[in-house]
């Protein structure tokens, strides 16, 4: 049995497939932990499962983290290069520095066998290369969001290498390589054909969706089974807290005298009264919800789309800001779905690709095609017979005692 | 070749006006109403554009001006400040420059 240690960034989305294979890794037998730059609520962790958070070792960055968190606010509302900024060079890079010290000291204390860290969550590779200990990369979104920017837009390029050069140096590594990711296993949570990879690096693998974490959200299911008309859930995820209103006014003026019955997951608290064909409620036990709905409208957010795409659904894709746009390229690829960015989405657009999505049945053929995809990348079996692997070959590479 | 060239050779105004039709074609009018465009418009920060309206954008200059301008070509070489502060008065006078 081996120990793994979870790095995780402090924004759900790139947490919640690794609840889902800790949950798996933790039925086998194996011990799990996870290490955060913020709290996390113990209902999210599979039983058995520990969250770190280094408190003492971060107490000197709490007014910064807040204000990066904070600044999370203005992404909906920056263009394309300057969300790389905010992203690479005022949060992730920010981050692994504060998470270094923390990271170290636990690393010390617990001797993971095997450090996995999100793509965002640039320590933990660091943690692995600096005390000599295998790592493994978890990437919830299709990668290369940014494109090739080596040939493409050589400065940008050259401004990403020397912010992460920076930062190795920073924590005391000096080659010239990159190690703010595995190179031995990077494990991909979509289709290598959803994200559209001819071919891929031996050490990325695409496993697909995984699911299976906690998620103790109540629901009115008989509400639900009321309603007659087609379903179509709706979700803007964890961030984006200042659009909602905006996002969500859209959506009562398009469908509130339409027939279709609008599940969404937000905060009801935004509207005083709802209309009555919207089921609303502010966290929903989504991966449960979906086999009852009939198309989805989402930003874009990565595990909605596994969800939906698992469950052979379209999805009208209103992409704001962050790897959305690259999300929404891939759906129009496959054909399961529409987009129309969320800065150009006129009311009437909305109301017809909606009703073009559950009436035109093209998009959910296409649909089926991605979920097969997925099935076949394995999930959470094939993650945790990658990992087991993974850790068995440390073990006779003399990395594990 | 060279009448061709002094024969659609054009003022800085004609190519903002140019330009600007380009942005409506791309963005939609009812969202070019909202906007006051400018030579100091932003084409991030003010017109909103993301990378596959600049990229529509930049198909129609190919289409209108052909090689004379290697629009993309241009794009590719500025660093992320660059990119964040581009406005339509810097792309007039690239085109300018490469006309004269």
């Not at chain 1, 037998?29 to 520990?50: D, F, M, R, Y």
């Not at chain 1, 054909?193 to 969706?209: I, L, S, T």
């Not at chain 1, 709905?293 to 992409?319: E, K, R, W």
């Not at chain 2, 964040?84 to 690239?94: A, E, K, T």
């Amino acid at each position: 049995m081996s120990k793994f240690l979870f790095v995780v960034p402090p924004f759900f989305g790139h947490i919640s497939p690794t609840l889902s294979i800790g949950a798996s890794l933790l039925a086998r037998g194996h011990e799990v932990k996870w290490l955060g730059i913020t709290p996390l609520a113990q209902a999210h962790l599979p039983e058995g499962g520990e969250f770190i958070y280094p408190e003492a070792d971060l107490a000197e960055y709490q007014d910064e983290i807040q204000r990066i968190l904070k600044r999370q606010d203005d992404g909906p509302a920056c263009s394309g290069p300057e969300v790389m900024k905010l992203a690479l060079e005022e949060t992730y890079v920010p981050f692994a520095k504060m998470m270094m010290k923390g990271l170290n000291n636990f690393v010390d204390q617990w001797k993971p066998d095997v450090i996995v860290n999100d793509c965002i969550t640039f320590a933990g590779s660091l943690c692995a290369i600096l005390k000599g200990i295998p790592n493994v990369t978890t990437t919830p979104v299709p990668p290369d969001v940014m494109g090739d920017t080596a040939s493409s837009a050589p400065k940008i390029f050259e401004w990403q290498q020397n912010l992460i050069k920076g930062l190795q140096k920073e924590v005391g590594i000096y080659d010239d390589d990159i190690h703010i990711h595995s190179h031995e296993l990077n494990m991909v949570f979509t289709s290598q054909a959803f994200a559209g990879f001819e071919e891929k690096p031996p050490h990325m693998q695409f496993v697909g969706p995984v699911k299976g974490r906690p998620n103790l959200a109540p629901f009115d299911w008989e509400r639900l089974a009321q309603a007659k008309t087609p379903k179509v859930f709706v979700s803007l995820g964890t961030l984006l807290v200042d659009i909602r209103k905006e996002f969500f006014q859209k959506l009562i003026t398009a469908f509130e005298h339409e027939p279709v019955t609008i599940i969404a997951a937000t905060n009801p608290d935004i509207f005083e009264q709802w209309p009555d064909n919207f089921i609303v409620n502010g966290f929903v036990p989504q991966s449960e919800l979906m086999p009852h709905m009939d198309a989805v409208i989402c930003h874009g957010g990565f595990n909605t789309v596994n969800d939906t795409f698992s469950n052979g659904l379209s999805m009208l894709i209103t992409p704001i800001a962050y790897d959305h746009f690259h999300t929404a390229k891939l759906i129009e690829k496959a054909g399961c779905g529409v987009s129309i960015r969320y800065k150009r989405l006129r009311i009437s657009d909305l109301r017809n690709t909606v009703f073009e999505l559950l009436d035109n049945p093209k998009y959910r053929l296409a649909a089926e095609k991605i979920k097969q995809t997925f099935i076949d990348a394995g999930g959470n079996d094939k993650a945790v017979q990658l990992l087991e692997d993974f850790a068995m070959e440390a073990v006779k590479d003399g990395l594990i005692e | 070749m060279d009448t061709i060239t002094t024969a659609t050779k054009m003022n800085s105004e004609e190519i903002f006006n140019l330009m600007k039709q380009f942005i409506t074609e791309v963005i939609g009018e009812e969202f070019v109403e909202e906007m006051d465009i400018t030579p100091e418009s932003s084409f991030t920060k003010d017109l909103e554009m993301d990378s596959i309206e600049i990229v529509s954008f930049s198909e129609k200059i190919k289409a209108h001006f052909g090689d004379q301008i290697d629009f993309t070509g241009w794009l590719s070489e500025m660093d992320l400040d660059q990119l964040i502060n581009l406005n339509l008065g810097m792309i007039i006078s690239y085109i300018e420059t490469c006309q004269s």
